[in-house]
């Protein structure tokens, strides 16, 4: 991947935590994880291994041992980031690692303890503190939506049904990129606010975690918030840049274990870790470089995290192992995972005034309510002169420069004094005996309507004032609406923390640098004054170069059975599928009828965004509307066509056995027999066997009904054939 001006790469560290309770019992070996904090690396013993057998060395932006504390990789690894989101770029943190490794310590912490806040408390501080300290003419606007992956299925967990609701579905726009459409966003005002929708977010999914196995290490959670902030800029015209910030805990890395598992299960069992797989996929892709494709589309996460990964944002990388050693495998695929990931380029730039920004939505919104509400006190004001000039007690001249305030004072003041005329006029017409009582009715109804207008004017005031109120509360002004309870020495002691940080993270760098350095110069600066020096130097160079050379190979070693692994587990799952898929074609192939079948497949079109085969409409778009089959006449009202005579017979109410059914019931007259017709009925008999038609014991019947109604028959009736038979029959009867 060419790397240009703006390009950086993603941040990668790695946290591990102290050995727990149980680990510690186990056993006297200890973690098998060492850390050199101030190189940044982390040193990975195999307790299977052979004393003799190199141990693998990984290094990092930054490492955290089991007695890092919380803040110390918030201030070093992320304030950084959520500086970059508070000027408008977009930033993701995620959280990489195997089941109890400590991602959701690392992201969340435990909340009620200060010192063991996590990531995302942190962040909420830390955006709201500087907005608070921010200058007045900064207008922000918060918003945070909480989701999460279960199943390559999206749930919104501000959705209180979002346990049953389905899935929600993936937008993808060139302006904002991948989004949710129908992700619930909650502006936000305060610390208290964003950390409720946290709560009702994980209340959400620890309800889930009751009633599902594994459900918390098995699915994606993501906290996303969207910080926008209006400026007036150099040109003198409000600018607005919006930075996105994802937080994001993943579902645990481990491999699942998919033998034995079949049909349905072993799909849903693909299915848990498919995201995680893709994302593996991605990164591989990425950093590798040479790829030109990368397969974001393979998985709801890696095409919501696109742009984190690769794209227009900042990301950090925590990737968080356990020291245990029966858990080494596990620990080893992570640190490779991480040591992939430091390759990747990714190029931040700043949003600025991007077409969707909300901010500016509110802002014409409460212009326009502001415009609307002066205009209606302004009104109110003309009218209230209006009757100060008219009455009695006018105040003498008001002041022409109106306050705001002034107006909604005159405007209240208007409202009262014409509650009380419309009152004193309502008296008068009560006393006015020259009035006849009608007429007195009808002024009273009058002045009550005048009244009622007046509230009705005045509550749609209110509601305005409400509302107008209540969307300019929404967004923060910079150092006004947060009292900074922070004094100076608080700001002081923060600020040193920072400095102090800033500085390890530079030395950190610099050591690496150097570290680096020292390997290219090693050949430059060796002169050798003898023989005897130079072969010690250089069987010195050998050894050292041999280890790597060793080191190197064990790593191919590892990789190569890596791959046989995945590739076995690979195959395996494709013969499981192959011969469910087998199973399936057998059901087809014999109890599908095969025109049933193809009708089927022409219907069959595959969603590629919804990654689902959908059917398509029987009906083609309303552009073809002709193409329907019209219903024939004869069946309009009725569910199937129907003749004639059955309509009559329904109408007359008689064999109702048959009526619905549209059979005829042909009673044929009894005609004494003679012997002509007789040998003649005997002939007919072979051809039509009269065994097929209800008949009465006598066996002969002739169709009085049929003989009254054949005319009136319709071709169309669908017994045509029934009566062209039966007309046979009567011909040669008769
Ligand atoms: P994950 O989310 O990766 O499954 P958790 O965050 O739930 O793991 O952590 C598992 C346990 O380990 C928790 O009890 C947590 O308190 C503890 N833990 C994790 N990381 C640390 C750490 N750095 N320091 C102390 N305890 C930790
Ligand atoms: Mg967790």
Redesign the pocket.
């Given at each position: 991947m060419s790397k240009n001006k703006s390009s950086e790469s993603v941040k990668v560290v790695v946290r591990c935590r102290p050995l727990n309770r149980k680990e510690e019992s186990n056993g006297p070996s200890g973690g098998i994880v060492e850390m050199e904090l101030r190189l940044g690396q982390v040193i990975l013993r195999n307790p299977r291994a052979s004393h003799s057998e190199p141990q693998k060395t990984f290094t990092f932006d930054a490492v955290y041992d089991g007695n890092s504390k919380q803040r110390d990789l918030y201030d070093e690894s992320v304030r950084p980031l959520i500086d970059s989101v508070l000027a408008g770029f977009n930033g993701t943190i995620f959280?990489y690692g195997q089941?109890?490794t400590g991602?959701?310590?690392t992201?969340q912490g435990m909340w009620l303890d200060p010192e063991k806040r996590g990531v995302i408390p942190n962040a909420f501080d830390h955006i709201f503190t500087h907005i608070s300290r921010s200058q007045s003419d900064k207008q922000y606007l918060v918003r945070a939506s909480y989701l999460e992956i279960y199943r390559e299925e999206i749930r919104d967990l501000m959705d209180p049904n979002h346990a049953t609701a389905r899935g929600l579905e993936l937008r993808e726009s060139p302006e904002t990129g991948v989004y949710v459409p129908d992700l619930t966003s909650c502006v936000c005002k305060s610390i208290k606010e964003i950390e409720e929708v946290m709560n009702v977010g994980n209340q959400a999914r620890a309800v889930a975690a009751t009633d599902m196995n594994e459900y918390?290490?098995r699915s994606h959670a993501l906290f996303l918030i969207t910080v926008e902030c209006g400026q007036p800029g150099p040109d003198g015209r409000k600018h607005i840049r919006v930075g996105r910030l994802n937080l994001v805990?993943l579902a645990?890395s481990e491999r699942q274990a998919k033998t034995g598992v079949q049909g349905e299960r072993l799909k849903e069992a693909a299915k848990i870790n498919l995201s995680l797989s893709a994302l593996g996929n991605v990164i591989s892709a990425l950093a590798d470089g040479r790829s030109g494709h990368v397969p974001y589309r393979d998985s709801k996460l890696t095409r919501l995290l696109q742009d984190s990964l690769g794209g227009n944002a900042k990301t950090v990388m925590v990737a968080t192992l356990g020291p245990a050693p029966q858990h080494y495998d596990e620990t080893l695929t992570t640190l490779r995972y991480a040591n992939r990931a430091k390759n990747i380029q990714n190029q931040p730039r700043v949003n600025e005034d991007p077409k969707d920004a909300l901010l500016r939505e509110f802002q014409s919104e409460i212009a326009r309510l502001r415009a609307q509400l002066n205009h209606r006190k302004w009104r109110s004001k003309q009218k209230k002169e209006r009757l100060d000039d008219d009455g009695s007690d006018a105040d003498g001249d008001e002041d022409t420069e109106c306050e705001e305030e002034e107006v909604e004072k005159n405007a209240e003041e208007y409202v009262k004094r014409e509650e009380q005329r419309l009152e004193r006029e309502k008296e008068a017409i009560r006393g006015d005996r020259s009035l006849l009582a009608d007429e007195k009715q009808r002024l009273l109804g009058e002045k009550e309507r005048m009244m009622g207008d007046l509230r009705k004017e005045q509550e749609a005031t209110e509601q305005l004032t409400a509302k107008y109120k209540a969307m300019e509360s929404k967004l923060l002004v910079g150092g006004k609406n947060i009292i900074d309870h922070t004094n100076e020495q608080q700001k002081m002691l923060e600020m040193k923390r920072q400095e102090i940080a800033e500085q390890f993270r530079n030395e950190r760098e610099m050591q690496q640098q150097m570290m680096v350095q020292d390997d290219e110069t090693l050949e430059l600066r060796d002169t050798f004054t003898s023989l005897q020096q130079e072969v010690e130097a250089k069987t010195k160079k050998l050894k050292k170069l041999y280890a790597k050379l060793q080191c190197i190979k064990a790593e191919i070693q590892d990789v190569n059975d890596e791959h046989v692994r995945s590739r076995q587990e690979l195959e395996q799952t494709q013969n499981e599928l192959t011969r469910e898929l087998k199973f399936k074609y057998l059901i087809i192939e014999n109890f599908i009828p095969p025109e049933e079948k193809n009708k089927i497949m022409s219907r069959m079109t595959f969603d590629a965004e919804e990654d689902q085969w959908k059917f398509q409409p029987l009906v083609p778009a309303e552009s073809k509307p002709q193409q329907m089959k019209k219903r024939p006449t004869s069946a309009v009202g009725y569910k199937r066509p129907i003749s004639q005579y059955a309509r009559v017979a329904i109408t007359m109410g008689a064999n109702n056995r048959f009526r619905a059914e549209n059979i005829m019931f042909l009673e044929l007259d009894m005609n004494p027999p003679n012997t002509a017709s007789l040998a003649r009925l005997r002939d007919l008999n072979q051809s039509f066997p009269v065994d097929n038609f209800p008949t009465n014991d006598s066996g002969v019947h002739k169709s009085n009904s049929w003989c009254q109604n054949q005319k009136s028959l319709t071709p169309s009736s669908s017994n045509v054939s029934l009566s062209a038979c039966t007309t046979a029959m009567s011909a040669s009867a008769q």
């Open positions: 959280a089941t109890g991602k959701t310590y992201m918390s290490s805990d645990g």
